[in-house]
Structure formats: C-alpha cells, structure tokens
C-alpha cells in the first residue's frame, strides 16, 4: 500500500485549476495503490487555498505558509515535497504538468533519488504509466522500478476533479530551513493581459498561418473579447511573429482543454492537437475541406475567416443582447 502526494499549484492565492486534474489523477492512483490521498499547497498567504483543497475530497491537506515562499522557486519548494512525501510516507508524488510542474518535479525526483514519469495520460499500474512520445506520434507504456514515482501529469487527460462531500483535515506543516542554494527571485516578467490566462480559460479562440499576419489577429482579438475567452497560435502563426510564443498551444507549447475550442485557419498537425484535443467543444473554422482539424472538430466551419468571423461575432453580438 503507498500512499499519494499531490503538490496544488496557486498563483497569488488563488488555486491554480489546471491543478485539479492532478487531484484526479491522485484519486485514481489511490484507488490503485490501496493508499490514502493528500494534497499539498505552499506558499505565502495560503491558508485559502488550502481550505479551497479540503473540499476535493482527498483524504488530508498540508499547507506551508512563509513570506519566503512568496515566490516559486524550484530550489525552495522542491525540499518541501521532499519533506510531506517522507512523513506521509508516499509512493507516488504527482503534479499538473504546467511550467510550475514541469520545472518543481525533475528536482523533487532527484531528491527523492525517484524514477519520473513525466506527461502521464493514464494510469495503467502503480508503478506503470501511459505517456506521449515522439511529438505524440506514439504512446509508450513505461515502468518506475523506484519505490518512489514522480510523476506529471497532462492536464488535458484528466477531468478536473470536483468539490466532493465533507472537508478533509487540513494541517499547516513547518517548512523547516529555506534555503534557495544561491539562487535569486528578481523578477517575473509575465506578460499583462485583460484576458484570461491560456491554460486557465473556459474559451480559447486560437489563430494559424492562415490568419496571414499580425494585424488580422485583431479580429480573434475581438472575438475573444466578445465572449470573455483567451487567445491561443499554432506554432506556425507564432514561429511567423504574428503572435508572441507564449500564446503556442501544443506539444511543444501549451496544453490546453477549455470547455469551447475555436481553431482558425489552423491546419490541425497532430503537434497542435496534442495541446487542445482535450477540450470539450472544438470549433474550426478552415478554407480547406481535408484539414485535419475538421477530424477532431465537434463543429466545422468550412469557409474563410475574413467570412466567418464577422458573422459569428454579429450572431453571438445578437444572443448576448438578447439575453440581457
Ligand atoms: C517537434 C515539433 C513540435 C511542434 N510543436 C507544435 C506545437 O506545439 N504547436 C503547433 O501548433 N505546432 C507545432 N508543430 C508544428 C506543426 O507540425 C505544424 O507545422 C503547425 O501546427 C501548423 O500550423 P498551422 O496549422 O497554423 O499552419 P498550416 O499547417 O500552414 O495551416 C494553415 C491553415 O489555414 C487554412 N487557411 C488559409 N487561409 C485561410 C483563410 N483565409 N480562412 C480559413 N482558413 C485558411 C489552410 O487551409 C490551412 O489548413 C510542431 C512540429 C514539430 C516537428
């Protein structure tokens, strides 16, 4: 029997929601190692988050709470998972396989001396994991022979857990001796937008190469002020400069599952749908009749954007005065 640790992210005191696939996927890895479920928040100012996590149903959560966690850094927090994983005697340790995820994990695991198993999309044993591979061209089965597993975990393959029954025991655990081994918080250089955050948002409106250059972006822009959603690139459209990087949905950007998808003059290369396949409603909209995307597309636009968009926007314009 080995119990599960599952690290919740939060950014400013707000738990992050990308974090509630990872609890998922802590549920389901109880279930399978006949082990206990608890959720970890750290930070400065989390004791809400904390209360937030009592009521996913796990069986316990630890929060640290010092000014000197304000900021994330790797080096800090990495040695306080260390610490909850051994006094909860944990055989798996997992998080959301965002870039808090991605950078916080590999170090757990070094520390932990622990096998990782990184993008996990399902669950297959304790100890054995389905992950993408190949720029998901194939799906590989591993095994973690440690008797500690790593793991993060990819957002999109796990539903979000819900608010679940009584509130778990939450305890505040002392983070002992921080030390950021000579590394420095200076800055965060976030870039600053009304919009929703990419991977936060119910709405992504995302843009291709077809959208031809930067100024056109203005119309997704438009429409995804028009029903308050995030906007999202392919590769190409990012690698043009039309957008900045940090808007790249995909295997190599990020990974996205919002409840509406709207892919625009996006092709849909499996590296794209490796980062949106997951949402719950996609929408193209795409000139060419054979695009990919239209596989994957609950709904399918078969025209040009410079038609379709002012359309939907007139449409969607209507149903929003309607109901006001
Ligand atoms: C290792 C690796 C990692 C990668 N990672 C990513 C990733 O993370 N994300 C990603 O997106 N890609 C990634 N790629 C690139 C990927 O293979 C594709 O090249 C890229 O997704 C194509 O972007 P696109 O669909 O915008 O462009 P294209 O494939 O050129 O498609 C443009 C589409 O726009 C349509 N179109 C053109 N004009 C109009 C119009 N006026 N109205 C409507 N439709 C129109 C066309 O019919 C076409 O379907 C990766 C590739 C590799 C090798």
């Known amino acids: 029997m080995g119990n599960v640790l599952i690290v919740v992210e939060q ?4 738990l992050r929601t990308a974090s509630l696939s990872a609890v998922t996927f802590g549920k389901k890895m109880a279930e399978t190692t006949g082990g206990k479920l608890s959720l970890l928040v750290i930070g400065s100012g989390v004791d809400k988050v904390a209360a937030e996590a009592a009521n996913l149903g796990a069986a316990d959560v630890t929060f640290v709470d010092d000014g000197a966690l304000k900021n ?38 070094a520390l932990l001396d622990a096998g990782m198993a990184a993008d996990v999309v399902a669950i297959v044993a304790a100890n054995k994991f389905r992950r993408p591979m190949l720029a998901g061209n194939v799906i590989a089965e591993i095994e973690v022979v440690t008797p500690i597993v790593c793991a993060t975990i990819r957002q999109t393959e796990f539903a979000p857990a819900q608010a679940a029954g009584a509130a778990s025991p939450v305890a505040k655990m002392d983070a002992g001796p921080i030390d950021a081994k000579g590394a420095e918080f200076v800055s965060l250089a976030a870039a600053k937008s009304d919009r929703p955050e990419l991977t ?19 119309e997704l822009a438009k429409l995804a002020d028009l029903v308050g959603g ?3 690139a392919s590769r190409a459209a990012c690698d043009a400069g039309m957008v900045p990087n940090d808007l790249q949905v995909g295997q190599t950007g990020k990974v996205v599952a919002p409840k509406l998808y709207v892919a625009v003059a996006i092709s ?3 590296q794209h749908l490796a980062g949106m396949k997951g949402s719950k409603v996609i929408v193209a909209v795409n000139k060419d009749p054979e695009a990919p995307i239209f596989q994957v597309a609950d709904y399918g636009l078969v025209t040009t954007w410079e038609k379709a968009l002012p359309e939907l926007m007139t449409e969607i314009g209507k149903l929003k005065a309607a109901q006001r």
């Open 268 to 270: 849909g290369a499996i």
């Open 200 to 218: 936060e948002a119910k709405v992504v409106i995302s843009g291709g190469r077809g959208m031809r250059e930067s100024k056109n972006f203005d």
């Open 11 to 14: 950014a400013e005191g707000q």
């Open 72 to 109: 994330y850094l790797a080096e800090t927090y990495a040695p306080i998972v260390v610490k909850a994983a051994q006094e909860k005697g944990v055989s798996v340790v997992g998080v959301t396989a965002t870039a808090f995820g991605k950078d916080l994990m590999p170090r757990v695991a």
């Open 230 to 232: 995030a906007m999202g």
